[in-house]
């Protein structure tokens, strides 16, 4: 079943190659039917989005329509929003990948990944659709995987600037990077990023089961698959529509932490026990 998938450890590579859930196929058809076929050589921008009517239009109307010489196609994933996420998101252009039930954030994106690599998309990127990242930039973000120097690429508050004033999150933004570069043996900026690129070579490598707390797994998988990362400066705002789906700071730390352990020993630590599936 579609819930259960999510949880799931093989990499995305093994799952392709052991047959994706029905009701995948039965959301990957519906969309390109409702849309026409996605091109493989566009690049694939995701848009996770759970009740962001406020936002989504905003966030599609600022990925340039080319990037590094190619094509961009943007597919906003909407797991059961209530508002009008989706029908808004359709009006202003985008792709919408809708799941019949909320599954999580992490569980979305993956959706995602699996649609570009199945569909054969050689670069996907991935933003928030709450308008705290902004992807103008995306060809400078990409230019360094295109160019074959970088796998996998993020935008940086660290590197770059945040209007957030929340003290305790900038103090956890610190620690998990700190801890983040320590697990890998690699220089990360920032382990929360909204605003990322990818070779999709990596995407099939990496093994993701976090349903919300995604963005340290990724980071971590790919790295631990040798994936090279490059980091762009960018400015991180705050929220001006709709509300966070986070927990509150303390809780939200709590899960963030297990997420980045539990990735750490399955991908650093014990990784030779995962190898055979990563194919
Ligand atoms: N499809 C989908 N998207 C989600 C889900 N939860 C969060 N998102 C999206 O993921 C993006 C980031 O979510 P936020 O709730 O802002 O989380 P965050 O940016 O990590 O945390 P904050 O710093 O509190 O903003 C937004 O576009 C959300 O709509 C979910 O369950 N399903
Ligand atoms: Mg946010």
């Known amino acids: ?21 029905q009701d995948l196929l039965e959301s990957f058809r ?9 091109s493989p ?15 989504i239009q905003d966030v599609i109307s600022k990925v340039p329509a080319t990037a590094c010489g190619l094509n961009t196609q943007v597919l906003v994933i909407d797991d059961g929003s209530t508002d009008n996420t989706s029908r808004v998101a359709k009006s202003a252009g985008a792709a919408v990948l809708e799941l019949p039930k909320n599954l999580g954030q992490g569980a979305a994106l ?19 659709g709450d308008g705290q990242w902004d992807p103008s930039d995306l060809d400078q973000l990409i230019a360094p995987i295109v160019s074959g120097d970088a796998d996998f690429a993020q935008g940086s508050r ?19 990077t700190r801890l983040v570069s320590l697990i890998t043996n690699t220089q990360v900026g920032d382990t929360s990023s909204g605003y990322r690129a990818y070779r999709s070579e990596i995407l099939g490598m990496v ?8 963005s340290s797994e990724i980071l971590i ?10 980091e762009h400066p960018v400015k991180m705002s705050v929220r001006t529509a709709g509300a966070s789906k986070k927990v509150s700071n303390w809780k939200y730390g709590i899960y963030y932490f297990r997420a980045v352990i539990q990735t ?4 650093r630590y014990l990784s030779h026990i995962f190898k055979h599936e990563s194919a």
Not at 41 to 55: D, H, K, M, R
């Open 41 to 55: 050589t566009t690049i694939l921008v995701l848009i996770p989005a759970f009740n962001e009517e406020g936002s």
């Open 207 to 214: 093994r993701l089961s976090q349903r919300q707390y995604q």
């Open 158 to 176: 660290r590197l770059g600037t945040t209007e957030n004033r929340d003290r305790m999150r900038n103090l956890g933004v610190e620690f998990f």
């Open 221 to 230: 998988s790919a790295i631990c698959n040798g994936a090279r990362l490059y």
């Open 30 to 38: 519906k969309l390109t039917a409702g849309h026409g076929e996605i």
């Open 264 to 267: 750490a020993i399955r991908d």
């Open 1 to 21: 079943m579609l819930e259960n998938f999510f949880n799931i450890t093989p990499s995305n590579n093994a799952l392709i190659q052991n047959g994706l859930p």
């Open 110 to 128: 993956k959706a995602g990944y699996l649609f570009g690599l199945s569909n054969k998309n050689a670069y996907v990127a991935a933003v928030d």
